[in-house]
Nanobody, 125 residues
Framework: VQLQASGGGLVQAGGSLRLSCAAS????????MGWFRQAPGKEREFVAA????????YYAASVKGRFTISRDNAKNTVYLQMNSLKPEDTAVYYC???????????????????WGQGTQVTVSS
């Protein structure tokens, strides 16, 4: 699976961005997909995940209620809608593909096998 993240940019605090992650291959629809982020000098952290069916999602406490993960299996794409952005959301955001046919939206990075190249999100105060 090859993943291509896009949609990052510079936005003011309180603004919104929508990230996209386009995947290659016909098996995309069966993968759990996740978003992670890494800020300068910090470890990579989990942001959100969605199961292959889209029936189950899971969010980090820091983004719950502000971010929404979704997917369009017909387009082989997963999205991260980010609203009410804060300066502390500044990071490189990565999408990743996880287990096949799983009903669990995993938060552990070790569950994810393939990673995109990342897209920079910068939130100014």
């Amino acid at each position: 699976v090859q993943l291509q993240a896009s949609g990052g940019g510079l936005v003011q605090a309180g603004g919104s961005l929508r990230l996209s992650c386009a995947a290659s291959g016909s098996t995309f629809r069966w993968y759990t997909m996740g978003w992670f982020r890494q800020a300068p000098g910090k470890e990579r952290e989990f942001v959100a995940a969605i199961t292959w069916s889209g029936d189950s999602t899971y969010y980090a406490a820091s983004v719950k209620g502000r971010f929404t993960i979704s997917r369009d299996n017909a387009k082989n794409t997963v999205y991260l809608q980010m609203n009410s952005l804060k300066p502390e959301d500044t990071a490189v955001y990565y999408c990743a593909s996880g287990p096949l046919y799983s009903s669990t939206p995993y938060s552990a990075a070790k569950r994810y096998d393939y990673w995109g190249q990342g897209t920079q999100v910068t939130v100014s105060s």
